[in-house]
């Protein structure tokens, strides 16, 4: 068991095997994570938000909840969390498109590209960017359905832990949003870390 | 401009160009019809739940509000909306998985089978399924995220009309669901149609 590094504004994946336990750990408490899960044995099957929405019929997880595949087939259960819970699933991962309409011109570091490039490193392309779980990506809603882009409210060191249901790819991206303050009104963002246990 | 019929618990995708209008009609009020659009020119580029609620930041689009593809560009903008707004973009498409976590063996009709099998009638396939947008599904959500398979309250002959924001082909399925209540308590399925303007 050792900790891996998910560099700041980047992208990083693992291997993981059924019954082994992913512990993703948010240092400062104000990083966003957004997180994805594919079936090790076949890549067009991963994890869906709005497959697991369908069955915890909850917008955020709670610990003992599973998050369901395409196939709607158990791949991560979420068995600790120390967040206090704000975990997105209604968000896109941010791509260069985004970027473009909150009005940056030129390269900007995105979620999506970090995931593609997390993935390259093991040898594995996927046919498209699944909608991902951001984990403590605080999206709060009204009563009316209004969404906002609020600011984290994890404490420092906060950590949640999964449970692989299958033999899996994850992958991960330490957001590099910096205009809305999802990681804070600082802009500032950091790394995180992983481990495999 | 004629009626397209959506036969009950079958799929129908048709061609559009930017600017056309598209009425979908609910006779009875209670028939849930799922709904997908794909770029034209570039089937690998859809209608996006994750990227459009990211853009008009709420739970359910309302008149005005611009639906996003996963590259961030408008396709379909809801033009006007007699139901009272019921449309869900939370859950995915019924899919034969979901009926076996349901209860049903064998056969069971489905809404992804109903895409796919509605975009080949065209001589069109596409790499995956996207979530769909959910016309006249009633899932509606607490202050603590909890959501419901609810009955409709769509009133009968209600209709949501959309402009396509480009040449798209446009993709429905009258929704065979006829175990949970979203369809009405009987589990009555029927017919839906469309226009496109």
């Known amino acids: 068991m050792s900790v891996v590094t998910i560099p700041a504004r980047r992208g990083k994946a693992a291997r993981v095997r059924a019954g082994q336990h992913i512990r993703v750990v948010n240092t400062p408490g104000t990083q966003v994570v957004d997180a994805w899960a594919f079936n090790a044995n076949d890549l067009t099957e991963w994890m869906a ?57 030129g390269h900007h570091d995105n979620c999506r590209d970090n995931l593609h490039a997390g993935l390259a490193a093991l040898g594995i392309s996927v046919p498209a960017t699944p909608s991902p779980l951001n984990l403590f990506m605080n999206i709060p809603w009204t009563a009316d359905g209004i969404l906002a882009w609020a600011e984290p409210v994890s404490p420092p060191g906060t950590y949640t832990v999964f449970r692989a249901e299958m033999d899996l790819v994850v992958a991960f991206s330490a957001c590099p949003q910096d205009i809305l303050p999802i990681n804070g009104r600082t802009g500032r963002t950091t790394e995180a870390h992983f481990t495999i246990e």
């Not at 955020?60 to 997105?88: C, K, M, Y």
């Open 49 to 105: 938000m709005e497959a697991s929405r369908a069955w915890f019929m909850k917008l955020r997880a709670t610990v003992g909840d599973t998050f369901l595949t395409n196939q709607r087939r158990p791949i991560l259960t979420l068995v600790e969390d120390t967040s206090g819970g704000a975990h997105d699933t209604l968000m896109a991962a941010c791509d260069l498109p985004r970027y473009r309409l909150l009005g940056v011109e």
